[in-house]
């Protein structure tokens, strides 16, 4: 997923046609088998672990920027294999038994797997309504998890700095697509 997400990125940025095209054609190709995994984590029960976030994460974004490259039928599969994903996510924060990472607010389990529902929410939700919902349930989630940050007054972390800063670039890109789409202040 992270690899998808960086290929995708390089065909938005890039200016040469030549590199644009194989960008794209690279990033379509890994999408339509990447779409085909039953799992997007190593076994269903981890299909809603950091395995499964990190895959929505990357192919959402794919999907968003190469959004006019992909055919219409493939748009289609694509955006619908995002809903599947992301309503695991989604029921998973809504379980009465739900995994931890679902309350660890300053955990980045939380932070990465939060961020890939909300970049899930955001592609797709022109054609699936629920994501609303995936929307309200990050909204919710981040505010939460500022709300227990703000009580931290030397910028230390439970997890050390390796994992605090690994789920950091999460809540920080998961701030600023709040901001940008009015979502959150």
Request: glycine share 6%; with cysteine; aromatic share 12%.
């Amino acid at each position: 997923g992270d690899q998808l997400m960086g290929v995708a990125a390089a065909y938005a940025l890039s200016t040469d046609a030549k590199k644009k095209d194989v960008y794209a054609t690279w990033a379509i190709e890994a999408m339509r088998r990447i779409s085909g995994w039953r799992n997007w984590g190593p076994s269903a029960d981890y299909a809603v672990g950091l395995d499964g976030a990190h895959i929505l994460f990357g192919f959402s974004v794919a999907y968003d920027l190469l959004h006019s490259e992909i055919n219409r039928a493939e748009r289609e599969k694509f955006a619908e294999r995002i809903k599947d994903q992301a309503e695991l996510f989604y029921e998973e924060t809504q379980s009465r038994k739900p995994e931890f990472w679902t309350t660890s607010y300053t955990n980045n389990h939380n932070y990465i797997n939060h961020n890939a529902l909300l970049n899930a929410a955001l592609a797709v939700e022109d054609q699936y309504p629920q994501a609303k919902d995936w929307i309200k349930q990050c909204v919710s989630n981040t505010a939460r998890v500022m709300e227990i940050r703000a009580l931290i007054k030397d910028g230390s972390t439970n997890e050390g700095i390796m994992y605090g800063t690994y789920g950091s670039h999460a809540l920080f890109a998961t701030l600023e697509l709040l901001r940008q789409h009015k979502l959150a202040d």
